[in-house]
């Protein structure tokens, strides 16, 4: 098999398998006219849970052990955190707390 | 005439019991659905089984206006500036490993996830079909989570659907799950083109880091921090909106936890498992105790 072939089989498999992930729960769920009770109240709930999920999810690789021991993602919480509940503007929050995180872990750390 | 039968879970308050389902399609009806925009015309749906059938039978998908598009960019604009940034260094690595720009553009348009596609570099060469299979699937689990919490939002996009799942990424989820769009917009289109400016942003960068490859590198350490901080504001903003904090809490903790006891590989879907299972046993507390 040539290397090309296989890079692409290789991309071509992975992206089925990403795929089944997004669309497996529609055809087993969403066919139906009526969306089963238990699937309209994950979607009012599995929201809110999603997030602390993705957050953990992004921070998955910061150890607490080994230097700089989660602090610049600590400070960088923090900030996203103070200025959203001040502005309450997320573009904003998101563009001070990467600046300060990106300068922690580039010049401070 | 149009006979128009349809099931649709109102909550139990709310439930029309005796209210007939043929609505005739009358010109004053029209005159009445003109003088709304859909997002009216939504809320009241939710209310009134009447309102709800006219929805159905008069939902076209309108051409995307200035509203929509301003809408949608003001949405998207944070994420398009990381996806831009982190595909370009996608791009790159790509480059690094022997596979051009048009294989960076390829594999955004078949894989669509950067965790997976970034994962996928290891196996290009010669890696196993079965454990790249395996690995993706480990990856990509939490979004089995993110559908299944769409499957009702999105039941009335008809076709686009299929398209607004296969490029749903965390990013696009955390955005299109908060059910928040500005007065005006168009619900459908507001979707499809925040969900397609993202995309996008991310197959553009990654093919131009593909082709301008160290050229473009500056010192980008930390930008996907970005990320981070738009989930943090999410859920900042979804804490303040409800009485209730248990599903927030549960998916910070629960999701803490399994880290903790399961590692950094493997955690996502311990997680998945815990928080849908300790939902539902807590369904009948929820649904009585608060909003959701």
Request: proline share 3%.
């Amino acid at each position: 098999m040539s290397r090309e072939l296989h890079a692409f089989l290789i991309i071509l498999i992975i992206g089925a398998a990403t795929l089944a992930t997004r669309i497996l729960p529609v055809l087993v769920f969403g066919r139906k006219d009526s969306v089963p009770e238990v699937i309209l109240y994950l979607g009012r709930t599995v929201p809110y849970a999603a997030m602390g999920l993705l957050i953990i999810y992004c921070l998955k690789d910061v150890s607490l052990f080994s230097s700089p021991h989660g602090i610049p993602e600590a400070i960088g919480i923090l900030v996203v955190s103070i200025s959203y509940l001040l502005k309450r503007n997320s573009i904003l929050s998101v563009l001070i707390g990467t600046v300060v995180y990106m300068v922690l872990v580039q010049a401070v750390f | 005439m149009i006979v128009f039968t349809f099931n649709f879970d109102y909550s139990k308050e709310n439930s029309p019991q005796n209210i007939d389902l043929t609505v005739p399609f009358s010109i004053q009806i029209m005159a009445l659905l003109t003088k709304h925009t859909e997002t009216t015309v939504r809320t009241r749906a939710k209310e009134d089984r009447r309102w709800y059938s006219l929805y159905i039978m008069n939902r076209k998908t309108p051409p995307v206006s200035k509203a929509d598009l301003s809408a949608a960019l003001k949405t998207s604009l944070p994420i398009m500036v990381t996806f831009v940034v982190l595909g370009s260094g996608y791009g790159i690595l790509m480059e690094k490993h022997g596979y051009g720009p048009l294989w960076s553009l390829m594999s955004g348009i078949l894989i669509f996830s950067g965790t997976a596609q970034f994962v996928s570099i290891g196996f290009l060469d010669a890696g196993s079909f079965a454990a790249a299979a395996v690995t993706a699937f480990m990856v990509s689990a939490r979004h089995i989570f993110f559908s299944i919490s769409m499957i009702d939002r999105y039941k009335e996009e008809g076709r686009r659907k299929w398209y607004l799942y296969y490029a749903l990424c965390d990013e696009s989820y955390a955005m299109l799950s908060r059910d928040i769009t500005p007065d005006g917009v168009s619900l459908s289109n507001y979707r499809f083109l925040v969900t397609l400016f993202n995309q996008s942003s991310w197959v553009i960068g990654s093919f131009l880091g593909g082709l301008f490859g160290s050229l473009l590198e500056f010192n980008s350490t930390g930008i996907d921090f970005a990320m981070t901080a738009l989930f943090t504001t999410v859920f900042l903003q979804q804490w303040m909106e409800r009485k209730n904090h248990l599903p927030s809490l549960l998916g910070l903790f629960g999701t803490l936890l399994c880290r903790i006891l399961f590692g950094k590989d493997i955690f996502l879907i311990p997680s998945m498992i815990l928080i849908l299972g300790i939902l539902i046993l807590l369904r009948n507390h929820t649904e009585e105790s608060g909003e959701l």
